[in-house]
């Protein structure tokens, strides 16, 4: 557990810490919409100066940041080979073979890998930062309004709670069941296509039946504790915003406008 970073939460002693769970959970939407604004790289240095500055706060080493984005490592890579091959737009750089390298290709290719490196840093602040249940609170508190409409607030907030607590749980099982299959003789580096396709497939079974026992677990222990999904029930923990939330909100807010009115400009 030790390696692992995404879903796990650090205890510490930080202003990002110490703010309410519904203040990170909204700031998070508007983070990620910043980021999906047009604004060129001007507007990404704006957004990734305030992600590191948020990083200070919350008083998280950059080497956890760094577990976390290694599992999307593979995924950049295939984007950047298959947007380099395909995207023909812009100035033609050079050759690898027959295969033409366009300048369009190479920025488009970079705006994504920034994109999905801003958006795992924020989601592993937010899970890193806050406990499960006070991001459960907060999700239910934010989807409250839509229980007019006889939306499961409460249990949509708790699937997410629970998602996101077995991420860790769930790569510590599958690095068990790679040592376990590695001391039998299997082999998920060597060998051709169809033995890599197989070895993984004997990796995927297992897993799935791995969580679904750990599904059960939990199902067995919730229900012997006496919770039923649909039944009203009381809080010992009120959540409460303060100064310093809706101040967090509001430069929140400014950044993403400054953001649309840089994208309006260009």
């Known amino acids: ?123 592993t602040v937010l899970t890193a930062t806050t406990k499960p249940l006070e991001l459960t609170l907060g999700i239910e508190d934010l989807l409250g309004p839509l229980k007019v409409i006889h939306v499961p607030a409460h249990e949509i907030a708790m699937m997410i709670s629970i998602a996101l607590r077995f991420i860790p749980t769930l790569i510590e099982e599958t690095q068990r069941i790679m040592k376990a299959q590695a001391s039998r003789g299997v082999d998920l580096e060597e060998g051709s296509f169809k033995e890599k396709v197989m070895a993984i497939l004997s990796l995927i079974v297992p897993l799935f039946v791995s969580a679904f ?24 923990k009120q959540l409460v915003m303060r100064g310093v939330d809706f101040l967090t909100l509001a430069v929140a807010v400014v950044l993403m406008v400054a953001l649309i009115m840089m994208a309006w400009v260009l």
């Open 213 to 236: 026992q750990h599904a059960d677990d939990l199902a067995n222990a919730m229900e012997a504790r006496g919770y039923v999904p649909d039944q009203l029930r009381t809080r010992y």
């Open 1 to 123: 557990m030790n390696n692992i970073a995404l879903g796990r939460y650090i205890p510490l002693n930080s202003p990002i810490h110490h703010l309410d769970p519904r203040t990170k959970i909204i700031g998070l939407i508007l983070m990620m919409i910043a980021i999906f604004i047009p604004a060129g790289w001007f507007g990404y240095l704006l957004v990734g100066t305030a992600v590191f500055i948020l990083t200070l706060l919350a008083k998280l080493k950059l080497s956890f940041l760094w577990r976390s984005m290694k599992p999307m490592l593979f995924m950049l890579v295939f984007l950047l080979v298959i947007n380099l091959f395909i995207v023909r737009e812009g100035d033609l750089w050079f050759s690898i073979g027959p295969f033409p390298i366009y300048s369009g290709a190479v920025f488009q290719t970079l705006y994504i890998v920034v994109r999905l490196m801003l958006m795992i840093v924020l989601t």
